[in-house]
Nanobody
Framework: QLQLVESGGGLVQFGGSLTLSCTASGRSFGRYAITWFRQAPGKDREGVSCISSGGGSTAYVDSVKGRFTISRDNARNTAYLRMSNLKPEDTGLYYC????????????????????WGKGTQVTVSS
């Protein structure tokens, strides 16, 4: 069992930056790939970025490439999403999720493949 808690969301102006954290309970955090998803009101949940269990593989959705950076510190049971040059279309509830199959290669996986979810942290970008 893995419990995930997101933090770091908030209100930021267009062009600003935020760093989200995803902190896990349990000793097996390092076995899971971590994916960040976001969901805007009235829209489907969208995969944003993933990182493999060891951190050696990452992927990003096209809309955030060059602006977002995913990382993890397995010793701290924490994954991060550094978001820069934020735009209003980045607004949404951001979730982290863990995948026991450790998939993150070439593209961001879908929500259906995730095993554990956090409750989300809100990011709002004002124009």
């Amino acid at each position: 069992q893995l419990q995930l808690v997101e933090s770091g969301g908030g209100l930021v102006q267009f062009g600003g930056s935020l760093t989200l954290s995803c902190t896990a309970s349990g000793r097996s955090f390092g076995r899971y790939a971590i994916t960040w998803f976001r969901q805007a009101p009235g829209k489907d949940r969208e995969g944003v970025s993933c990182i493999s269990s060891g951190g050696g593989s990452t992927a990003y959705v096209d809309s955030v490439k060059g602006r977002f950076t995913i990382s993890r510190d397995n010793a701290r049971n924490t994954a991060y999403l550094r978001m820069s040059n934020l735009k209003p279309e980045d607004t949404g509830l951001y979730y982290c999720a863990a995948d026991a199959q450790d998939y993150c290669s070439g593209y961001v996986p879908t929500p259906m493949t995730m095993d554990y979810w956090g409750k989300g942290t809100q990011v709002t970008v004002s124009s």
